[in-house]
């Protein structure tokens, strides 16, 4: 499955109606298409566009910006292991070392089952807990190699489901309430807002032939001034 179907696409449908521009629903549909399949396919992304009236391109570039968003495969569980300064000192390259060798692969490699894929990454905001690590952005640690041995025993025995959905899912709880708005107050909302661009532009196309003329050398000095230049032969005796 990448394409959304079903129940997805209803919610995408209604998660691109909440936005008085389209393409505002990019991020979001991103992460709809992620938690469906884990991550980004080629064919979710070029539904994303679809929807949203993009190239498939200006999708890619989007979700290829971010850190969260992944346009290649990876494992059910995606542990993040901290090696910025806190963690560092605390022993976050030592932690890294000891999940590369327990999973048997280096960090951006995925396990041969497809259960876990390691990663590298930069401060996540939990030096409090340091050496930390992140799976599917939940937080653990402090880690050293024993806890962080029976973390992977947890998650590969599925004892952390309730905690840990599966890569992709940022949340169980699927937000309704504010999806509920109603179409004609949106439509009006995206009215006003390509009205608005509309004058925009027209004001600054009128505006930019006067400052191009403003800008001109001369352009608005009386005849015969010099327009505050000095001029060859004058006043140089
Ligand atoms: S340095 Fe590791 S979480 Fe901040």
């Given amino acids: 499955m ?10 995408a449908r209604r998660l691109v109606s909440l936005y008085p521009q389209r393409r505002s629903a990019l991020i979001p549909l991103c992460h709809l298409a992620q ?16 929807l949203l009236g993009l190239e498939p391109a200006e999708v890619l570039g989007t979700a290829s910006f971010y850190d969260m968003l992944h346009t290649e495969p990876v494992g059910r569980y995606l542990i993040g292991i901290c090696t910025n300064i806190a963690c560092l000192l605390e022993g976050g390259m030592e932690l890294l070392e000891h999940a590369a060798k327990r999973l048997g692969v ?10 876990f894929t390691l990663e590298e990454v930069e401060c996540v905001a939990a030096c409090n807990r340091a050496p930390c690590a992140t799976v599917n952005w939940r937080f653990f640690g402090p880690l050293g190699a024993d806890s962080f041995d029976r973390l992977v025993d947890d998650l590969a025995a599925g004892r952390l489901d309730q905690d840990v959905p599966r890569h992709g899912v940022l949340s169980r709880t699927v937000r309704r309430r504010g999806l509920d708005v109603a ?6 909302e995206r009215e006003r807002s390509d009205r608005e661009k509309a004058s925009r532009l027209a004001a600054s196309a009128t505006e930019a032939p006067k400052a191009a003329t403003a800008g001109t050398p001369g352009a608005q000095a009386p005849k ?5 230049h000095p001029q060859p032969g004058k006043g140089s005796k």
Avoid: K, N
């Fill in 2 to 11: 990448s394409r959304f179907t079903g129940d997805s696409l209803a919610y």
């Fill in 35 to 50: 938690a469906q399949d884990g991550w980004l396919t080629s064919d979710a992304m070029e539904h994303i566009a679809e």
């Fill in 106 to 115: 280096h960090p951006g490699g995925t396990t041969g089952d497809g259960v």
């Fill in 183 to 188: 179409p004609e107050d949106v439509a009006a």
């Fill in 224 to 228: 015969g001034s010099s327009g505050g």
